[in-house]
């Protein structure tokens, strides 16, 4: 009756962690700032309703906007792309559907950072390819030694998340130059997720893209401004890639909310305060988290950068009994098979809830 691509794929192992929570839990599940959007932002999306700006807009996303985030990647990622390399999208998701789908066929094979975000492996598997998952390093890190371990001449991409979404790692730049020349010595393709790129508190931000042009750049507003439920996203690429993912955004998306658009293009050439104060908060509660495992004993690699936690913790029994306990936390096999033995805590809350909800672990893990 359904198709066996969308049988193969199971709901996002985030998501289940609402089920059975009490309206007043304590929510470290969710990867949501708890930031409003910047007023100017705002502002934006007002004036682009009140001036009717309501209507379809150019496929690959409206000049203005583009060629501002081609002035964003020169400026902060150091390399370059015209604004006909920029494809706007309706969050970092879809880039990253378009991404596979234009690069894989059915047999092609994917390599994944394992543990790795929830939506990589079901995307590459919508769009019919095999998903190999690359085991992290001991700093939790996808190294070049374990991804050539993995290339077969059926790898067609490698994604990349720095910083990471679930462990908070940041990758160093020889990690990236590596990963860049594995992509040029076996022509292969790295998607780059870089939606956190912002939120570093330790080490640097470093783009593949600054040592290979055989990659696919993706961010959003989205964490950067709060911006969650706007759905902008984008990505950068060689033209030849950006005019394939076209194909696809026009069938299935068309544009990206014109509104929207309007409120990211405020977002990227406004004033940038916000962002400075939205890391610096992160930064505070991330210290916040590490004193909590500390003293109770918890392993926890240090995240330096986004906003999650990994610790070390049974993934089954954790959970549920945090959940009894009015705190919602992701089992880290939701994001792989070498999740397990872990949790991910988001600190996108308050740090009023975040010393409760420790509180809570403290007592009941113990």
């Given at each position: 009756?359904?198709?066996?691509?969308v049988?193969?794929?199971?709901?996002?192992?985030?998501?289940?962690?609402?089920?059975?929570?009490g309206?007043?839990?304590?929510?470290?599940?969710?990867?949501?700032?708890?930031f409003d959007?910047p007023?100017?932002?705002?502002?934006?999306?007002?004036e682009a309703?009140d001036?009717g700006?309501?209507?379809?807009?150019?496929?690959?996303?409206i000049?203005?906007?583009?060629?501002?985030?081609?002035?964003?990647?020169d400026?902060d990622?150091?390399?370059?792309?015209?604004?006909?390399?920029?494809?706007?999208t309706?969050?970092?998701s879809?880039?990253?559907?378009?991404?596979l789908?234009?690069?894989?066929?059915?047999?092609?094979?994917?390599l994944?950072?394992?543990?790795?975000?929830?939506?990589?492996s079901?995307?590459?598997?919508?769009?019919g390819?095999?998903v190999?998952?690359?085991?992290?390093?001991e700093?939790?890190?996808?190294?070049?030694?374990?991804?050539?371990?993995?290339i077969?001449?059926?790898?067609?991409?490698?994604?990349?998340?720095?910083?990471?979404?679930?462990?908070?790692?940041?990758?160093?730049?020889?990690?990236?130059?590596?990963?860049?020349?594995?992509?040029?010595?076996?022509d292969?393709?790295?998607?780059?997720?870089?939606?956190?790129?912002?939120?570093?508190y330790?080490?640097?931000?470093?783009?593949p893209?600054?040592?290979?042009d055989?990659?696919?750049?993706?961010?959003a507003?989205?964490?950067?401004?709060a911006?969650?439920?706007?759905?902008?996203?984008?990505a950068?690429a060689?033209?030849?890639?950006i005019?394939?993912?076209?194909?696809?955004h026009?069938?299935?998306?068309?544009?990206?909310?014109?509104?929207?658009?309007?409120?990211?293009?405020?977002?990227?050439?406004?004033?940038?305060?916000?962002?400075?104060?939205?890391?610096e908060?992160?930064?505070?509660r991330?210290?916040?988290?590490?004193?909590?495992?500390?003293s109770?004993?918890?392993?926890?690699?240090?995240?330096?950068?986004?906003?999650?936690?990994?610790?070390e913790?049974?993934?089954?029994?954790?959970?549920?009994?945090?959940?009894?306990?009015?705190?919602?936390?992701?089992?880290?096999?939701?994001?792989?098979?070498?999740?397990?033995?872990?949790?991910?805590?988001?600190y996108s809350?308050s740090?009023?809830?975040?010393?409760?909800?420790?509180?809570?672990m403290?007592?009941?893990?113990?």
């Amino acid at each position: 009756m359904f198709s066996q691509r969308v049988k193969n794929i199971d709901i996002s192992g985030i998501r289940k962690m609402f089920e059975g929570a009490g309206p007043d839990a304590i929510n470290l599940g969710l990867g949501q700032p708890d930031f409003d959007t910047p007023l100017h932002i705002k502002k934006a999306a007002v004036e682009a309703i009140d001036k009717g700006f309501t209507g379809y807009t150019a496929n690959l996303g409206i000049p203005e906007l583009r060629e501002a985030l081609s002035k964003k990647f020169d400026m902060d990622n150091h390399f370059s792309v015209s604004r006909d390399e920029v494809i706007v999208t309706s969050g970092a998701s879809e880039a990253l559907h378009l991404a596979l789908q234009a690069l894989v066929d059915t047999g092609d094979e994917v390599l994944v950072p394992d543990p790795g975000f929830v939506s990589y492996s079901p995307l590459t598997k919508m769009a019919g390819a095999k998903v190999v998952g690359v085991p992290l390093g001991e700093k939790l890190t996808l190294t070049p030694d374990a991804v050539n371990e993995c290339i077969t001449p059926k790898t067609r991409a490698i994604i990349i998340n720095s910083p990471s979404n679930p462990t908070g790692t940041v990758q160093t730049k020889d990690e990236i130059k590596g990963l860049a020349q594995i992509a040029d010595d076996n022509d292969i393709t790295i998607i780059s997720d870089e939606v956190y790129e912002h939120f570093i508190y330790e080490g640097e931000h470093i783009s593949p893209a600054q040592f290979t042009d055989n990659v696919i750049t993706i961010n959003a507003v989205s964490k950067t401004y709060a911006m969650t439920g706007w759905r902008i996203g984008y990505a950068a690429a060689r033209k030849d890639y950006i005019e394939q993912m076209l194909k696809v955004h026009q069938y299935i998306q068309a544009c990206a909310c014109s509104i929207a658009q309007k409120a990211a293009l405020a977002a990227i050439e406004g004033p940038q305060e916000c962002v400075s104060e939205m890391r610096e908060s992160f930064r505070a509660r991330r210290d916040i988290l590490m004193e909590g495992f500390r003293s109770m004993g918890i392993k926890c690699v240090k995240p330096q950068g986004a906003f999650y936690a990994f610790p070390e913790m049974d993934d089954e029994d954790a959970p549920a009994k945090l959940l009894k306990n009015g705190v919602i936390v992701t089992p880290g096999s939701a994001f792989g098979e070498n999740g397990k033995g872990h949790i991910r805590i988001s600190y996108s809350t308050s740090e009023v809830n975040l010393r409760k909800a420790m509180g809570i672990m403290n007592k009941v893990l113990r």
